[in-house]
């Protein structure tokens, strides 16, 4: 069981608690939001990768890694998380809980200190981000940016909402582009950095069995550092309903590949102007959401169609999404067999043991991901900052109160928007 406290430390500051004895560990996360831009994504991107390196009281790895073990192995990362249009930023700490430490120790009020001086007080050479750790970072970046092409299952996904969302923010990787990271100079970091602590909205969690009232002490001081803001929003999302006029939209790309990857993306429609998020989530796991849907059970097992069939949900976006692998050959066959299946959901074509099986695993996920301090946390986060918040009690009572009805009224507007498909060399393919 868990309980989960909030309150306004400052305008354009919020402190969300949830506390629970169920783990031995506590998490802590420090988030800045702000809206995902192509020109500011990869420097928002490598900022807290910088901001790691070292502080002015700790300025190197190896200092910080001292301190973390005098806190008896705590444990700081970097974060960037695209969330709809959003990119937060920022630190995830966890640390051992104070009844697993000595008697009168408590490790919360040092981590919070430390992340505050690592965001706040950064080891600056001539009022810049330090040139040495700027570069070594960028390079990083630039290379994990590079690697996404390795997994080409997630690489056509991304070049889906890449063509299918050109024009919005939603296309923009989280991690931004080569081309803008490769322009990135300890000039420009450190104007960006100002910027995102001047405006940005700040959340920060904390999940563990410590009582809120001590949070709030133990991370005011560092909070109140932050500059002066109004009360900041949290920036939105824009949501298109339906699909440009001449949809669906093709792209085909070619590459060294012995697998195809058909990949689709759909508008939601109507069903975004009042999301019903436990409704949604139920429609996705029954179309491609779980290895009891239609498009496992029927495009990848009965037909054996593709190697895999799946579908996501962006639900801030409104969007979801179809991933498969196909032979070549079959493209034409699969394509046909995945938007037939999403027809049979608008028809209400759905047994009453698919639509409890799509239930179960949605509530199955939910407890999966509550059994974790950082899918707790991950949770609450996802709740901040949706256009309807929730609860996890709400996602339970409300994914098992939707109907078979209420999903074939939330299918009836999804349109198909982008095909795209990955093909290899030797291949000509009409896509």
Not at 40 to 56: C, D, E, I, K, N
Not at 256 to 261: A, I, L
Request: net charge negative; charged share 25%; hydrophobic share 40%.
């Amino acid at each position: 069981m868990h309980t989960a406290y909030s309150s306004q430390i400052s305008p354009g500051v919020a402190l969300r608690c949830v506390k629970t004895d169920k783990f031995k560990t506590g998490c802590l996360t420090i988030n800045l939001i702000t809206g995902l831009n192509y020109e500011t994504a990869a420097l928002s991107a490598l900022l807290p990768r910088v901001l790691r390196r070292g502080s002015t009281s700790l300025p190197s790895m190896e200092r910080i890694a001292e301190a973390l073990d005098d806190l008896y192995g705590a444990r700081v990362e970097p974060i960037v998380r695209k969330k709809g249009e959003l990119q937060c930023i920022g630190f995830y700490a966890d640390f051992p809980d104070d009844r697993f430490i000595p008697v009168g120790d408590s490790v919360l009020p040092d981590v919070a200190a430390l992340i505050g001086d690592m965001l706040l007080s950064p080891d600056l050479s001539g009022g810049l981000l330090r040139t040495d750790y700027v570069e070594s970072e960028r390079k990083n970046l630039i290379d994990d940016i590079r690697a996404g092409i390795n997994d080409k299952r997630g690489y056509s996904v991304d070049r889906l909402l890449e063509e299918m969302c050109a024009g919005e923010a939603f296309g923009v990787s989280r991690l931004g582009s080569e081309t803008e990271a490769e322009k990135i100079t300890p000039e420009t970091l450190t104007a960006h950095y100002r910027h995102i602590l001047d405006t940005a909205r700040v959340e920060v969690f904390y999940c563990g069995p410590a009582e809120p009232e001590f949070v709030e002490t133990a991370l005011t001081p560092v909070l109140r550092r932050l500059p002066p803001r109004g009360d900041a929003p949290v920036p939105k999302t824009e949501v298109i309903l339906k699909p440009a006029p001449d949809s669906p939209r093709r792209f085909t790309e070619v590459l060294d590949v012995q697998q195809g990857k058909l990949t689709l993306g759909f508008r939601l429609g109507n069903a975004m102007e009042h999301p019903d998020y436990p409704a949604l989530m139920v429609l996705n796991a029954i179309y491609g959401g779980n290895v009891t849907s239609k498009l496992f059970l029927n495009v990848r097992e009965k037909l054996s169609l593709c190697y895999y069939a799946s579908s996501m949900l962006e639900k801030h976006k409104g969007i979801m999404i179809v991933a498969s692998g196909v032979e070549f050959s079959k493209f034409d066959e699969a394509l046909n067999e995945i938007l037939a299946q999403l027809q049979n959901v608008k028809d209400g074509d759905i047994s009453d043991w698919e639509l409890t099986s799509a239930k179960r695993a949605i509530t199955t996920a939910i407890k999966s991901a509550m059994d974790r301090p950082a899918g707790l946390e991950d949770l609450y986060f996802d709740s901040a900052i949706a256009a309807v918040a929730y609860s996890p009690d709400q996602l339970f009572a409300g994914v098992e109160a939707v109907t078979r009805d209420k999903i074939v009224e939330m299918a009836a507007g999804i349109e198909t928007d982008s095909i795209y498909f990955l093909t290899g060399k030797e291949v000509q393919h009409g896509a």
